[in-house]
């Protein structure tokens, strides 16, 4: 069932609705997250990790306790969940062939 696997794909958000509304207050500047329609929400939420906030630390603290052997790995969401993820570091930055070109660490 495709909405099935939608909500497999979207449930790590419940889990963090607390660091995601902190971190959207302070990076993004909205208040209320209940006030952004899903597709917003989603799109900035996914973002979070990328800024010092409370989403990165739970990224990078994932990371210690499941490490990956590659420099951009799967980091698990909560119940086991997992997603492709790209802790934006630079050196994760500089290797991932999809981002080449487009940041600048001069």
């Known amino acids: 069932m495709v909405g099935s696997d939608r909500w497999h794909q979207l449930r790590w958000v419940v889990h963090c609705l607390d660091d995601i509304a902190s971190d959207m207050s302070v990076f993004h500047r ?43 790995g ?16 630079q050196a994760t930055l500089q290797a991932d062939p999809a981002l080449k070109g487009i940041f600048s660490f001069n």
């Open 30 to 72: 909205v208040d209320d997250i209940t006030a952004l329609d899903g597709p917003t929400l989603m799109r900035l939420a996914w973002r979070l990790p990328a800024y010092e906030g409370a989403m990165r630390s739970r990224v990078m603290a994932e990371q210690e306790e499941n490490p990956s052997p590659s420099p951009q």
């Open 74 to 89: 799967r980091v698990s969401a909560p119940r086991g969940e997992s997603r492709e993820w790209n802790p934006g570091t």
